[in-house]
């Protein structure tokens, strides 16, 4: 069985499956952890992916994957709030999901589905 969840992110595409193929489950489910314990030690304030990146030292490819992952198994949510990267871009704010409708009901239908 596949257990890669953000094949429906890259499509499948060849070099993101040999990649996610070179990588056991064991060490993806630890970045995972430690990505989700960053982003619930964040608090309300959240953490977006860059900023994952930076604090954690992960590739982009890494920490945006890992996102991706608990961000399917609605361990954690986009708050709706943007920061800026890097570079200047705005970037979505993900926090703890538990955390998050502790405080606010979901607003988007994305979080509503999530929930429901």
Known sequence: MNDDI???????????????HGTSHEARAAIRSKVFAEIA????GGRTCDEVEQI???THQTASARITELAARAQIIDSG????????????????????????????????????
Do not use: C, I
């Open 6 to 20: 953000t094949k429906n992110f890259h499509g499948g595409a060849d070099t993101s499956d040999q990649a996610f």
């Open 41 to 44: 030690n964040a608090g309300m």
């Open 56 to 58: 954690m030292s992960l």
């Open 81 to 116: 709030v943007r920061r800026l990267t890097r570079s200047g871009r705005n970037a979505r704010v993900y926090v703890e999901a538990k955390l998050w409708l502790k405080t606010n009901a979901p607003a988007t239908a994305e979080q509503r589905r999530l929930f429901d």
